[in-house]
């Protein structure tokens, strides 16, 4: 018995749906947790030290933001860059491809100002 047309929808939408939530899951596995987006976000103007990025980040424990910067590094969209100078200096950076990130933080900027007013908005 030859399957019905629901049938093929169902596995076309089935298919259509897992190719763009693997993607996505993949994206949120690098990104995830509450501060490696506001750690890119403090490094999308330009190289800091550890602890302009601590400054700028509120709440942010130093065991946190060394965690994550390390994870950002590995997953290469941010460099750490050592200097022989005493003490030792150390900056990060975005890394070029860690600025394709750049349109994805843009738009998540643009859709938490109009969410905060919306809700905002409504508590008046």
């Known amino acids: 018995m030859a399957p019905s047309p629901k049938n093929d929808i169902d596995k076309h939408d089935a298919k259509a749906c897992g190719e763009f939530i693997v993607p996505i899951r993949d994206t949120l596995d690098v990104l995830s947790g509450k501060w490696k987006l506001p750690i890119l976000g403090a490094l999308r103007f330009g190289k800091k030290r550890f602890k302009e990025i601590e400054r ?6 130093a065991r946190m933001l060394s965690k994550e910067l390390k994870e950002l590094e590995m997953n290469e969209l941010i460099t750490r860059t050592v200097y022989a100078t005493i003490p030792v200096t150390v900056e990060y950076e975005v890394t070029p491809y860690g ?4 349109t994805v933080l843009q738009s998540m900027k643009d859709w938490g100002v109009q969410h905060r007013r919306r809700i905002m908005g409504k508590k008046k």
């Open 99 to 102: 600025k394709t990130l750049d």
């Open 56 to 61: 700028e980040i509120p709440h942010i424990t």
